[in-house]
């Protein structure tokens, strides 16, 4: 910033410039070389340089001067709108006035050459006729008011202080139809074309007129391209100040334009409102599934529950049934027992009455109802001999029913007790390793029937035997080869089934064994004694005896025989 | 239009084409960027660059080097003399002129120092022209600063036997400043920029002004005594010593060995400034021994490190006897082969820490790219004036200020002209002020909200007058003001 001068103040040489110096530099370089030019150029005296150095200062005082060529055309209200043909008539107009030769007719004083305000008119012109000259010109008007209000000046009455603005501004604009600021009561689509317009501002204005450096003065192409790039810099940060007045402008108008914030207000109030109403439709949605659902669940609950009673009242029904049933059986089982007892079980000996006894039991169990009814009844009507003769028949038919319901079930193991078998096989009559082994081959009598004494085996299958009839040992030598006979298959399916049972009443024996065996453990001394002391003992010795009466009975027999 | 820019040093040469506005380095035949300038004469050939520092182990005493320190000087000399007794080539004296003594073939040759430039100058245009593909001759050939005239009309017609057209003679320091573009780019303003050139042989710093893009040399220092070849020897040493060291074997008596010793320390020396250890190795380097040495980076650092200083030391003396202070240089330009050393690059940072360094561009090639962008500018134009290597112009002796205030209100100055601009001489300026101006008055301005935007002009001639021209933008308000020079 300078000083500002007093009042007392002329502008004075107060001292003598110091004389230049001369120094010797190093020829390189391109100024070097332009400087070497131009020295050779004014080879001779400074009065040349002189005069070179004011002209060049007068031209650069007329260029800084900013001539208004409009004005000098007289048409300063036109300015930029005025066409070509106006500026051609103003400008014949201007010449057919004040052209020298017209003057100096007139008798007028003129300056020499260019020193004349006529060059004025001729450099107006040549700059208005050239739309480019013209364009540069009117880029940098100076009439123009390149002001951007600010903030706090718009903010009151926008509509009025924005309009002139946009609409001085609109003159550069290289699009026709340049949208209008509007009113307060424009619609969207206006104001939003309006700013997008302005944000999308196509300016022709450039900043040529304005440069520094002309590029005709160069002297060579070095220093004209220099004058160029220099050009190109300046006129590019000028474009991009202008850019950013513009940009200035719309943003400022944009921010404060009550329009836009009450488009935003009523945009935003939309958009909640239709969020609301989203929600809303979600929420009754949401509800609505929930009900059906709730229904639905209801619905199969209900189905169920009816199902079920139904299902309860078979039941009962079902069980009333078979409750009828039993009472029906156990009296029909009572009539029959009654009944045998009136009859005496048909016999006189004490040992056959318990006998039948067991055997009506058994029939009892077995029976069906309608059996039983029809037994019943004929005990009823018939007489003794006729009721002897059904209940044995009946008795007959229950064991032979019996007989192959175990024959089936043999069968059906049959395979996979096979190696049982065969393994066992070799085990001889009574082999005396340990108590375990020789029940176990004792109580297979399929397996050692050609090995073992058929009278111990007689004598073991009718301890064991659930029918009630006596074997005798040539029975089981007739059912042992019948056996043989038969398919391997039945026989193995025989072993297999006397091995179950086996197994089954020597689970007894095995958990007392295992008992023992818990009792006294391996580091027990004498163990095997002791284990043999507990009831297992009197088991196996209960066998033995049986094994040994027996072997009495065969003696008997062979006695008899 | 296609130029030849050529350094031509005492240890190297390098060339630079300019071409399409680039300036390049090209590269020899064998595929090297920088040359060897060495000429080794046999019975029937000259052979020029690389093979021939090669073949110097076997042909000593036929292998011209450093011909540049000869060249144009009498016999007499001082120069002379200390190149004689450093050279293993006979120099004998003929007519008052040096010759080299060839006696490769059957009998002596004598070579005067001139053919020996001629043959490497000429070389170097054939790089040049292989890579130009072209025939062009036009040439910028640099010189050093302290070299006489008579050796630059040697050098001269040098190349000019060797078939180029030399455009100018340049100085070495200028045409570094050249290659970075120092001052070109607008023409106001001033700068000092430092030049720091460690080449094969010799020592040279400049300090250089830069005003209105012109250069101007302040002053210079050389010193012949230090170089890349220095450091070389150094690090050669050392390897003798470690060779003693482990074989018991002297290597001092025996020269070749020592040269022998002397390539593989380049090699290492060269590695050195791009890796942290190098390896030197030197097959049947004495008695068919072969020799392998491994050198860090540091370790070479503390053996060269009284050269490093030692080749610091003239910067400090420079300065001082130009008067400037490390801070008042603006800008450090590093160029010369052995600039490339990092210890001696940070040593020269250090000495000036806020200053722009300028080694982007190899150091070695710099000088050949300035001399080549000088050659662009030069070729193609007539009326070359200049035979001399400097040019006396007009400048101002001091600055032109303009007063100023501030934003507190304190008078400030601004440099409008600083001195040293060569005259005549033209600024336009745009001042922004209040109400009226002072010492040089406005007058009758309407006192305004804004500021006055003034257009001012001020120019001087060539003798020191000034001229003074200011116009109020606004209201085209003139006044001018013409200051006469003293007498």
Redesign the interface.
């Known amino acids: 910033?300078?000083?500002?001068?007093?009042d007392g103040?002329?502008?004075?040489?107060f001292?003598?410039?110091?004389?230049?110096?001369?120094?010797?530099?190093?020829?390189?370089?391109?100024?070097?070389?332009a400087?070497?030019k131009r020295?050779?150029r004014t080879a001779s005296a400074?009065f040349q340089?002189?005069e070179e150095?004011?002209q060049?200062?007068e031209e650069?005082?007329t260029r800084?001067?900013?001539q208004d060529h409009y004005c000098v055309l007289g048409l300063p209200h036109l300015r930029y709108k005025a066409t070509q043909k106006q500026i051609k008539t103003a400008h014949k107009g201007i010449v057919l006035k004040h052209h020298p030769d017209k003057r100096k007719a007139a008798g007028e004083q003129i300056g020499e050459g260019d020193n004349d305000y006529f060059t004025c008119i001729t450099k107006a012109i040549e700059i208005l006729s050239d739309p480019v000259k013209r364009r540069a010109f009117d880029s940098v008007d100076?009439t123009f008011d390149n002001t951007v209000p600010s903030k706090n000046e718009g903010k009151e009455n926008f509509t009025e202080v924005y309009a002139p603005v946009f609409e001085r501004n609109a003159r550069w604009t290289s699009k026709k139809h340049v949208p209008k600021l509007g009113t307060m009561e424009s619609t969207f689509e206006e104001v939003d074309n309006f700013y997008s317009f302005w944000y999308n501002f196509d300016s022709w204005r450039e900043f040529s007129y304005l440069d520094?450096e002309e590029k005709d003065k160069a002297e060579c192409r070095?220093e004209r391209r220099w004058i160029e790039k220099q050009n190109r810099g300046s006129r590019a940060v000028r474009k991009k100040e202008e850019m950013n007045r513009m940009r200035n402008l719309v943003d400022s108008a944009y921010s404060l334009d009550p329009r836009i914030k009450k488009f935003k207000d009523e945009e935003k109030a939309r958009k909640e409102a239709e969020k609301k109403a989203k929600v809303e439709a979600k929420k009754r949605e949401q509800e609505e599934k929930e009900r059906a659902r709730q229904a639905e669940i209801d619905a199969a609950r209900l189905a169920k529950e009816k199902e079920e009673e139904e299902a309860r009242q078979v039941a009962q029904l079902a069980k009333k049934e078979k409750e009828i049933q039993k009472k029906a059986i156990k009296k029909e089982r009572q009539k029959l027992r009654t009944s045998c007892k009136t009859w005496n079980y048909f016999t006189e000996e004490e040992s056959d009455s318990v006998k039948m006894m067991e055997e009506v039991e058994k029939l009892c169990d077995r029976l069906e109802l309608t059996s039983l009814q029809s037994l019943n009844e004929i005990l009823a009507l018939g007489s003794r001999e006729d009721s002897k003769v059904a209940v044995v028949k009946q008795v007959q038919e229950v064991n032979a029913q019996l007989q192959r319901e175990k024959e089936a079930e043999v069968q059906q193991r049959q395979p996979t007790r096979s190696d049982h078998a065969s393994a066992g096989g070799g085990g001889g009559s009574g082999g005396r390793a340990s108590t375990r082994k020789t029940s176990r081959c004792s109580s297979r009598p399929s397996t050692c029937f050609l090995l073992g004494p058929t009278p111990v085996i007689a004598d073991y299958m009718n301890l064991h035997s659930t029918s009630g009839t006596k074997r005798t040992a040539k029975d089981v030598i007739i059912k042992a080869k019948s056996l043989q006979r038969l398919d391997p298959k039945q026989k193995d399916d025989t072993n297999r089934k006397a091995f179950e049972k086996f197994n089954k009443e020597h689970s007894v024996e095995q958990k007392l064994l295992e008992q023992a065996l818990k009792k006294f453990p391996v580091s027990t001394p004498e163990r095997w004694e002791k284990i043999a002391e507990t009831e297992l003992v009197e088991m196996v010795k209960a066998k033995k005896a049986a094994q040994d009466v027996a072997g009495k009975t065969k003696n008997d027999k062979n006695h008899k025989e | 239009m296609a130029a030849i820019g050529v350094h031509f040093g005492y240890t190297c040469a390098c060339v630079a084409i300019f071409k399409d506005g680039r300036a390049d380095v090209v590269a020899n035949d064998a595929g090297d960027r920088v040359t060897p300038a060495v000429v080794g004469y046999r019975e029937t050939e000259q052979i020029v660059g690389i093979a021939a520092k090669q073949g110097r182990v076997r042909n000593a005493a036929n292998t011209v080097v450093k011909v540049k320190q000869v060249l144009g000087r009498s016999f007499d000399d001082p120069e002379t003399q200390t190149h004689k007794t450093e050279n293993k080539c006979q120099l004998v004296n003929r007519q008052d002129k040096p010759h080299y003594e060839i006696t490769a073939g059957d009998r002596p040759v004598y070579v005067v120092p001139h053919d020996v430039a001629k043959l490497i100058l000429h070389k170097m245009k054939e790089t040049a022209q292989s890579a130009l593909g072209s025939d062009v001759n036009e040439a910028v050939i640099t010189v050093p600063f302290e070299f006489a005239h008579a050796q630059k009309r040697a050098l001269r017609e040098a190349a000019e036997a060797a078939g180029f057209h030399v455009l100018r003679l340049i100085h070495e320091p200028a045409a570094a400043l050249l290659a970075y573009n120092i001052g070109q780019d607008c023409s106001a303003g001033k700068s000092h920029v430092l030049v720091y050139k460690l080449g094969g042989t010799s020592l040279s710093v400049t300090v250089l002004e830069v005003n209105g893009g012109m250069f101007r040399v302040l002053d210079t220092l050389t010193d012949h005594s230090i170089g890349g070849e220095k450091i070389t020897e150094v690090l050669a040493q050392h390897l003798a010593a470690e060779f003693k060291r482990t074989f018991k074997h002297d290597l001092s008596n025996n020269t070749r060995a020592m040269m022998k010793l002397m390539i593989g320390a380049d090699m290492a020396k060269h590695n050195l400034s791009s890796l942290s250890t190098a390896n030197c190795f030197v097959d049947s380097l004495h008695d068919g021994i072969d020799f392998e040495c491994n050198i860090s980076r540091a370790r070479f650092e503390l053996l060269c490190a009284s050269l490093f200083n030692k080749s610091i030391q003239p910067i400090k003396a420079l300065m001082e006897k130009v008067g400037l202070s490390n801070s008042d240089i603006n800008q450090v330009v590093l160029c010369g082969g052995s600039a490339r050393i990092p210890r001696l690059q940070q040593m020269i940072r250090d000495m000036f820490p806020d200053v722009e360094m300028l080694n982007s561009a190899p150091p070695d090639e710099v000088i050949a790219v300035g001399a080549a962008l000088e050659a662009g500018l030069l070729v193609g134009k007539e009326g070359l004036a200049p035979e001399e290597e400097t040019v006396t112009v007009d400048v101002s002796a001091t600055d032109i200020l303009v007063k100023e205030v501030d934003d507190s209100g304190a008078e400030v100055f601004t440099v409008l002209l600083p001195s040293g601009t060569p005259l005549p001489a033209r600024r336009q300026h745009v001042l922004t002020g209040g109400g009226e101006l002072s010492s040089i008055v406005l007058r009758n301005l309407q006192p305004k909200e804004d500021k006055h935007d003034i257009d001012t002009v001020v120019t001087m001639k060539r003798d020191g007058s000034v001229h003074v021209s200011c116009v109020e933008q606004s209201s085209g308000r003139p006044e001018v003001v013409t200051i006469a020079a003293a007498s």
Do not use: C, H
């Open positions: 910033m300078l000083l500002t001068a007093l103040d002329e502008t004075a040489v001292k003598a410039a110091v004389a230049s110096v001369q120094i010797q530099v190093e020829p390189v370089g391109r100024w070097f070389e400087y070497i020295r050779n400074s340089e002189l150095e004011q060049s200062s650069s005082r800084s001067f900013n100076p520094e070095d």
